[in-house]
């Protein structure tokens, strides 16, 4: 079991909370490729590019835990399930809505995927500062 004190550092939180949203920025941006992009929104053959794709988001996850905590690493494999999870219901939704980029409830869907990703990287970073004080 986690423990989380009752008082949590403030300057640790903030460093953990910008620490996710750069993850979050270079491993759904910078060094998402055009395979990973494409590939997990395919119907079929979506397993191996979403692996990836989610993959690298645990394996950042599991770096930035190794850094402060590292007994707590682990968390970067429960990070990648759940970027997957968040990604494949994204992909299923816009495909079976047919939607495109031109409509509003495309975009309503994508803010809803990139919510969701920071919801669980403000628990991760809350974590991470838990962590840091053991």
Known sequence: MI???????????????????????????LL?????????????GWLLPLAAHAGLH????????LAVAPSMAWLGLVDMLV???????????TRRKALTPRQTAFWWLFGLDQTLHHLTHIGLAILLAAGSAA
């Open 83 to 93: 970027h997957g999870a968040i990604d494949r219901l994204k992909s299923i939704s």
């Open 32 to 44: 998402q490729t055009d395979w990973m992009a494409a590939g997990k929104d395919r119907p079929e």
């Open 3 to 29: 423990d989380i004190p009752d008082q949590i550092s403030t300057a640790w939180f903030a460093a953990a909370s910008v620490a996710f949203l750069a993850k979050h920025f270079l491993a759904d941006f």
């Open 58 to 65: 645990g394996a950042m996850t599991g770096m930035l835990f």
